[in-house]
């Protein structure tokens, strides 16, 4: 660092000003005292004569340096050292002791009660403002560090509520839950952080419904506004030229509303099915996004279906095709339409729960009073060993 900018921050203001409490029943040893540190603008000197109202004029003061005289009528000095470092107003405020001597016994003893420094008084007064810029300089990096902790404690918990606030507002634009034509589940437990999951499923028209689920990369209320606003276009059917039973159209359209060069660089990841009531036919596509699994009850040998996502994530590349595959539904299928969250688990034991391990345990029966989704997620607040998540847990149950 230059001279010029060590004597810059030599010459800049205290944030705090130096509070010097001196504690000494003579008064002209205050009015000494008081005077030395005069032409100091930034020192604010208080004075306490009487010995047993020291520690509570410490208290009210909060000094950054407390003088303390240890010959004194009624209270002992050395007895009044160790009452500050009790006090936790004081606890932590440097103590310079003045006596008459320099006696080594005596400072011993004041510092083995909590001083910090000696001095004999009356000391010279350029080293008397020396010793207190040199105490009180650790003792207000200390209150600004603690004044910076509160400050982004109370960010946090602002970003926190604001990002509650957020979780309900995505938490309210969710479909309620549907009974026919399909019957249908879901939960959405948003991270400690926000991410960017949203879904729905809505009848396009009477042989049609729709089901999605789309996750934005990152966290936080960006994702979760951009998120928002995909769903929100799937769901009022404002792509231009879209047969929104035409998987291929809708994700294609996408794709061209929501460049990532316009997003801040942000995209989304996408599951998308239309399910044909007359014929059974669910028609797919994906993009990059987990695939959606098929849980046959009773058919041990085909128990789990994986409907793949084939194609690349939305908004990287402006010409990008989305192909579809069709599934026929079954009376006895459950299917399954999720974000990664509910599988990329950071065990607290430490490793990770994948995508295979997920898989293996949607094979697994559920207890009778629980639900497969509310199972799954009592597991993964099991293996990280917590209630809040790391990421969003979304997960939409149709079963047919």
């Known amino acids: 660092m230059s001279t010029n900018a060590n004597q810059d921050r030599q010459q800049r203001p205290f944030h705090h000003r130096v509070r010097v409490l001196l504690v000494d029943d003579q008064a002209m040893i205050g009015e000494a005292v008081r005077r030395m540190l005069l032409s100091q603008e930034d020192i604010e000197f208080h004075y306490c004569q009487d010995p047993k109202e020291a520690l509570s004029a410490a208290a009210s003061i909060g000094p950054a340096v407390i003088l303390q005289d240890l010959i004194m009528p009624d209270v002992d000095g050395l007895d009044l050292v160790l009452e500050y470092r009790k006090q936790e107003t004081t606890r932590l405020a440097p103590l310079i002791v003045l006596s008459t001597k320099e006696e080594a016994d005596t400072k011993a003893e004041a510092f083995a009660r909590g001083a910090n420094d000696h001095l004999v008084k009356l000391p010279d007064p350029v080293e008397l403002i020396a010793r207190v810029r040199y105490h009180s300089r650790g003792c207000i990096a200390l209150l600004e560090r603690n004044e910076a902790f509160d400050a982004l404690a109370m960010s946090e918990r602002a970003l926190q509520d604001e990002l509650a606030r957020a979780a309900d507002y995505v938490r309210s634009l969710l479909p309620k839950p549907m009974l026919e034509p399909v019957r249908t589940d879901w939960r959405f437990i948003p991270s400690i952080s926000l991410g960017g999951d949203a879904f729905d499923y809505h009848q396009i028209d009477e042989n049609h419904l729709a089901v999605y689920l789309l996750d934005v990369c990152g966290h936080g209320v960006g994702s979760a506004l951009l998120s928002v606003s995909a769903m929100n276009v799937v769901r009022s059917q404002t792509l231009p030229e879209a047969d929104f039973r035409k998987l291929t159209e809708v994700l294609s359209g996408l794709n061209r509303a929501f460049p990532m060069h316009q997003q801040n660089n ?14 059974r036919k669910l028609e797919y596509a994906g993009a990059g996004h987990p695939p959606a699994l098929i849980v046959r009850r009773g058919d041990v040998a085909r128990a789990v279906e994986q409907l793949e996502s084939q194609a690349p994530i939305i908004g990287a590349f402006p010409s990008q095709e989305f192909p579809s595959n069709v599934w026929t539904i079954n009376p006895e299928d459950r299917m399954f339409v999720y974000s990664d ?23 697994q029966p559920a207890p009778q009073d629980q639900s497969k989704i509310n199972h799954l997620l009592a597991h993964v607040r099991q293996l990280q060993g917590g209630e809040a998540l790391q990421d969003d847990f979304s997960m939409i149950e149709l079963d047919f």
Request: hydrophobic residues 45%; glycine residues 14%.
């Open 266 to 279: 942000m995209f989304f990841t996408m599951w998308y099915g239309v399910y044909e009531l007359s014929s």
């Open 341 to 363: 969250g509910v599988y990329e688990i950071h065990k607290s034991e430490g490793g990770m729960w994948g995508f295979d391990d997920f898989v293996e345990f949607m094979t």
